[in-house]
C-alpha cells in the first residue's frame, strides 16, 4: 500500500519568513495530494491540493509543488503569520473504490511574533 | 449547514465495555470515513463507505465495527474497548467521485482506562 513520509515534524519560523513542508510517497498510481490544517482541538480542514497532471498550484501566500519522477511535493508559505500556527498533514490517494488517503506523520508549525 | 458532526466529544471508558461513536453529515455526501489519530501521528483509516448499506475495511480495522444505513449517518462501534483504542477520532465526508475534498468534522476523544 502507499507509505507517505513528511519532514520536518517540528518547524520553528519568524513572522514574516517563509515556512516549507516536504513530502515524499510511496506508489507511483497516487494522483491526489492534498494539504490539511488541524488546528488545536479540531479536525482537519484542507488549505490546498493539487493533481498529478499540474505541477505547481498557488493560492495567496500558499503553494503546493509536485514532482512526480522524485515522487515528493511541497508545501509553500510564504509571508507566515502567527495564526499560521498549526500542524500540517500531507495525504496522497489514487483512484481506487473509496479514494482512500493516506497521511503523513505531521509538521507542528510555530510562527514566533 | 452543519456539516460533519460528531457525539460525544469527549469519553472515558473502561477496559471491555462497548460504545458508539456518532456521526452524521448534512452535506448529502456519498462517501463517508472514519479515522483515528494517536498523539503526535498522522491520520490512519479505520473504515469507510462509499454510500448507504456499502462499507469496507481501511488500514487499521480491528476492534471496530460500522454501518452506514442512510446516507446521512455513520456509527462506529467499539467492542471490548482495549487501552491500545484510545485515541482521538475523527469523521469525515466526501461527495461523489471526482471531487476528492474530505471535510472533517471536530473529533471525539476516547480514553480507555
Known amino acids: 500500500g502507499e507509505n507517505v513520509e513528511q519532514h520536518p515534524s517540528t518547524l520553528s519560523v519568524q513572522e514574516g519568513d517563509s515556512a516549507v513542508i516536504k513530502c515524499t510517497y510511496s506508489?507511483?498510481?497516487?494522483?491526489?495530494f492534498p494539504w490539511y490544517k488541524q488546528e488545536l482541538g479540531k479536525g482537519p480542514q484542507l488549505i490546498i491540493d493539487?493533481?498529478?497532471?499540474?505541477g505547481e498550484k498557488k493560492d495567496q501566500r500558499i503553494a503546493v509543488t509536485l514532482n512526480k519522477t522524485a515522487k515528493h511535493f511541497s508545501l509553500h508559505i510564504t509571508e507566515t503569520q502567527p495564526e499560521d500556527s498549526a500542524v500540517y498533514f500531507c495525504?496522497?490517494?489514487?483512484?481506487?473504490?473509496?479514494?482512500?488517503?493516506?497521511f503523513g506523520g505531521g509538521t507542528r508549525l510555530m510562527v514566533k511574533p | 449547514n452543519a456539516g460533519v458532526t460528531q457525539t460525544p466529544k469527549f469519553r472515558i471508558l473502561k477496559i471491555g465495555q462497548s460504545m458508539t461513536l456518532q456521526c452524521a453529515q448534512d452535506m448529502n455526501h456519498n462517501y463517508m470515513y472514519w479515522y483515528r489519530q494517536d498523539p503526535g501521528m498522522g491520520l490512519k483509516l479505520i473504515y469507510y463507505?462509499?454510500?448507504?448499506?456499502?462499507?469496507d475495511k481501511g488500514e487499521v480495522p480491528n476492534g471496530y465495527n460500522v454501518s452506514r444505513s442512510t446516507t446521512e449517518d455513520f456509527p462506529l462501534r467499539l467492542e471490548l474497548a482495549a487501552p491500545s483504542q484510545t485515541s482521538v477520532y475523527f469523521c469525515?465526508?466526501?461527495?461523489?467521485?471526482?471531487?476528492?475534498?474530505?471535510?472533517f468534522g471536530p473529533g471525539t476523544r476516547l480514553l480507555v482506562l
Open positions: 495525504a496522497a490517494s489514487r483512484n481506487n473504490a473509496g479514494n482512500m488517503l493516506t
Open positions: 463507505s462509499v454510500g448507504a448499506g456499502i462499507t
Open positions: 493539487i493533481r498529478s497532471n499540474v
Open positions: 469525515a465526508s466526501r461527495d461523489i467521485a471526482g471531487k476528492e475534498t474530505q471535510y
Open positions: 506508489d507511483s498510481a497516487s494522483n491526489y
